[in-house]
């Protein structure tokens, strides 16, 4: 069974420039969750999406949003990047049929740089 | 909103010493999970801890989940030198606004020396 793929593995995005990032989750998980590591603040939840509905949200500003298509795969979209946006940011996919407490499985993420 | 403390932030062993790290949260959580990292890569499951009191094992990884399920501990024992990472709980919330959120720990880096 694949794993969780991310793609692209690197990225360096000019200040100013918008990025899309894909997550495709292990196949029959429903649930794709989102997430920003940097070394100074750890893992910090941007948002979780199942059944193409957003269920939970982190506290991030409104540049960062993400979308889920109907066969679970998502997307994360950063407009206006700052230069503090450049980070690992990495998708978890979870599978959520009629269970809510399932473990998570990541990706191997996408180190965005922006310059 | 809920905190996961995670102790200790670094450690430094010897190859062959045993590892005990913890997390503490205000909060209740249903399900403790440990995770660990390598460089640029993203986190790895080691285990999944889904009852209060339970204790689990993978090889020389032994979890725990507490009793009062706030708190979980990971013991890695006889360590070896690709030990070495950022291992990281999360737990799976209870109910609420953040039904079904993970949160995290801010992670234990572990250095083992040959």
């Known amino acids: 069974k694949a794993g969780v793929t991310q793609t692209p593995r690197y990225l360096i995005k000019t200040r100013g420039q918008q990025v899309t990032l894909s997550c495709s989750p292990i196949?029959?998980?429903?649930?794709v969750s989102w997430y920003q590591q940097t070394p100074g603040q750890g893992l910090q939840f941007l948002f979780e999406?199942?059944?193409?509905?957003?269920?939970n949200k982190g506290n991030f500003p409104g540049r960062f949003s993400g979308r889920q298509f109907s066969n679970s795969r998502s997307e994360m979209n950063v407009s206006t990047l700052e230069l503090g946006d450049s980070a690992l940011y990495l998708c978890?996919?979870?599978?959520?049929?009629?269970?809510?407490?399932?473990?998570?499985?990541f990706g191997q993420g996408t180190r965005l740089t922006v310059v | 909103g809920q905190q996961l403390n995670q102790s200790p932030q670094s450690m430094f062993i010897q190859e062959g010493e045993d590892v005990s790290m913890n997390c503490t949260s205000s909060s209740i959580f249903n399900t403790w999970l440990w995770y660990k990292q390598d460089p640029g890569e993203g986190p790895v499951l080691l285990i999944a801890l889904y009852k209060a009191g339970e204790l689990t094992s993978n090889g020389r990884l032994t979890a725990q989940f507490g009793i009062t399920r706030k708190d979980s501990f990971l013991n890695i024992s006889a360590s070896i030198p690709s030990d070495v990472g950022i291992y990281f709980c999360?737990?799976?919330?209870?109910?609420?606004?953040?039904?079904?959120?993970?949160?995290f720990g801010q992670g234990t880096i572990l250095t083992v020396h040959p």
């Open positions: 196949s029959g998980h429903r649930s």
């Open positions: 999406y199942f059944s193409e509905t957003q269920r």
């Open positions: 999360a737990g799976l919330s209870a109910g609420g606004t953040s039904y079904g959120k993970l949160t």
């Open positions: 978890a996919s979870r599978r959520l049929t009629g269970e809510v407490n399932t473990e998570a499985f």
